[in-house]
């Protein structure tokens, strides 16, 4: 069992998070239940925003907010320093509403509507980042109704295939996401840019994955994006202002991972692209990357309470729990591996093997597969670790389950940060219809 941030077992031999004793939670706030350790969240900022720096380059630490976005975390990572992107309107109209500064957003997406970039352009974010061929055209459109210039950095594809798993894997030749680098028209595409009267080409963008725990990618995905804007630079006369290089750094879920040494992880980056730049005789870019799971994941847990015990005729034995893939997909999505412990008891010795059950009427409803435990009683607290990251922002109404709450716990003090869906609110957006 490997618990995070403020996580420590307290005197009752309960799962304590934030101050906050976890079976208090619940009878305060219900279950299922998010719960985001603010502290752990700001020390991973900082750990982001203090070693991603080296004398003589500028850098950007951005938010990956896909990971986990509220009005709550945007007041947060505002307060550590932090940059924001999104990904579509919602996630834009969310930050925007909370306030974030303007020039600090950055928004990608590989099929912007015409809205989502004139919500864009109106309200002048820092940097779109243009995916497509098409989109260049599209935001010209949108540019010149409203009379801006909008500055842009091109999504590129170097080819790079990081080991994770396919669906989360984006920087493969075949990838949905960005140009190729190898494109026999990429100059023409830099070149149409950077004569574009709406558009201000700043640089370039890559990403080369999700949840990897190798940092030799991070490293030759730098080089190759520096070999890469050296060659616009020779092609295309146009001099790289910035580089954004994406993130994908992971996390630990269950035994077996063995996520990289962060801290050395990033200054080695900015020294290798120091003396990239420096062998390629080209002005080093503002440096940018992009953090999400690996600022969050880690700082939430969920909780939920333990109905049905069942063990099958060949032997298995279930847990069933008040939540499932609705309020976390990525098992049955991904087969993401998960670890956890019973939260009032873990004082508890393990005893015996089960798997954590959803209650959605869907057979790949599983949380987490072979898990050791203590003996199981109805109305016991499960606790699943490391769920601050793609579980609330992937929720779903499934079955017509409502989505949980969202609590910051912070210095023994529990913030409600999303209310609980009510039945109500299942039917709210629906019209009746009469014969």
């Known amino acids: 069992m490997k618990l995070f941030g403020t996580m420590k077992i307290n005197s009752k031999g309960h799962l304590e998070i934030g101050g906050c004793d976890s079976v208090d939670l619940v009878e305060k706030f219900k279950t299922p239940l998010y719960v985001i350790d603010e502290d752990l969240v700001r020390s991973n900022c900082r750990l982001f925003m203090n070693n991603f720096t080296l004398e003589g380059i500028e850098t950007e630490v951005i938010y990956a907010s896909k990971a986990f976005l509220n009005l709550a975390i945007c007041k947060v990572l505002e307060e550590e320093g932090l940059s924001i992107d999104v ?13 974030f500064p303007k020039e600090k957003i950055h928004m990608h997406g590989n099929n912007k509507s015409k809205e989502e970039l004139a919500m864009a352009v109106e309200n002048e974010i820092g940097r779109i980042i243009i995916d497509n061929r098409q989109e260049i055209e599209l935001l010209e459109t949108v540019s010149k109704k409203y009379k801006k210039k909008v500055n842009v950095l091109l999504r590129v594809n170097p080819g790079i295939e990081a080991h994770t798993h396919e669906y989360i894997q984006t920087s493969k030749h075949d990838s949905k996401f960005g140009e190729s680098i190898f ?19 700043k640089g370039f963008h890559c990403h080369i994955g999700s949840q990897i725990l190798d940092e030799e990618p991070f490293y030759f995905a730098a080089e190759i994006m520096l070999d890469f804007i050296n060659k616009v630079k020779n092609n295309c006369d146009f001099i790289t202002q ?20 962060l801290s050395s992880c990033l200054k080695k980056m900015l020294n290798i692209i120091n003396e990239k730049t420096k062998e390629l005789n080209i002005i080093t870019p503002k440096i940018m990357i992009e953090p999400g799971r690996a600022i969050t994941a880690n700082a939430g847990i969920t909780l939920y309470e333990i109905g049905g015990v069942k063990k099958t005729y060949s032997g298995k034995k279930y847990v069933f729990v008040d939540g499932g893939m609705t309020d976390n997909p990525r098992t049955a999505l991904y087969g993401a591996k998960y670890s956890g412990y019973i939260a009032n008891k873990m004082n508890h010795e393990p005893v015996e093997d089960a798997t954590i ?3 959605c009427c869907e057979s790949g409803d599983i949380i987490i597969k072979n898990i050791k435990l203590p003996l199981v009683d109805a109305g016991d607290i499960m606790a699943v670790f490391t769920t601050g990251a793609y579980n609330y922002s992937m929720s779903s109404n499934y079955n017509k389950l409502l989505r949980p709450a969202v609590v910051f716990v912070k210095d023994g003090n529990a913030k409600l940060t999303v209310k609980r869906q009510t039945y109500e609110d299942l039917i709210n957006n629906d019209i009746p219809y009469y014969q």
């Open 183 to 201: 494109s026999d028209d990429i100059y023409s595409i830099v070149n149409k840019l950077k004569e574009s009267e709406y558009i201000n080409l």
């Open 357 to 359: 059950g959803g209650k």
């Open 87 to 99: 990904v579509s309107g919602g996630e834009l109209y969310t930050v925007l509403k909370a306030g």
């Open 242 to 261: 910035e580089l954004n290089l994406g993130g994908g750094f992971g996390v630990f879920y269950s035994n077996g991972d063995d996520p990289i040494n």
